[in-house]
């Protein structure tokens, strides 16, 4: 482990940061001009409904490879589809394990049935109808 910085540049500022680091340019050239900037959707189920929420990410993620969003979670940890695309049948779930309910695990919708059968979980040891 080592100590790290963390530096965010607005889109429209990264072509100023090309001369000093040439291997950027391509990436910065990749990145669409209409492409969200560090906040990501998630759903999150809980006993008493769904929560919506919003992951702060520290970079331009449209512009990840895949392994760099599966190193962020960015995928589903069941099927392992990339959860960054527009598919609205496979939605980011937040769905803990039972035995690691602080640390958070993105699923797609169709493998946690939208989040339905996590609320009902949560909810059977409080007595909340679901």
């Given at each position: ?52 929420a919003r992951l702060a990410l520290s970079a331009e ?67 909340n109808p679901s």
């Open positions: 482990m080592r100590e790290v910085e963390e530096v965010r540049i607005l889109r429209k500022g990264l072509t100023h940061v090309v001369p000093w680091m040439p291997s950027l340019e391509q990436t910065v050239a990749d990145i669409p001009e209409d492409a969200p900037h560090w906040d990501f959707t998630v759903f999150q189920p809980r006993a008493d409904g769904m929560v919506i993620w449209p512009s990840w490879s895949k392994k760099q969003a599966r190193a962020a979670r960015l995928v589903c940890a069941e099927c392992d589809y990339d959860l960054r695309g527009k598919d609205e049948t496979r939605m980011p779930f937040d769905v803990r394990l039972p035995e690691r309910p602080n640390k958070r695990r993105l699923v797609c919708g169709q493998c946690c049935n939208d989040g339905t059968d996590e609320m009902e979980r949560l909810a059977a040891p409080a007595g």
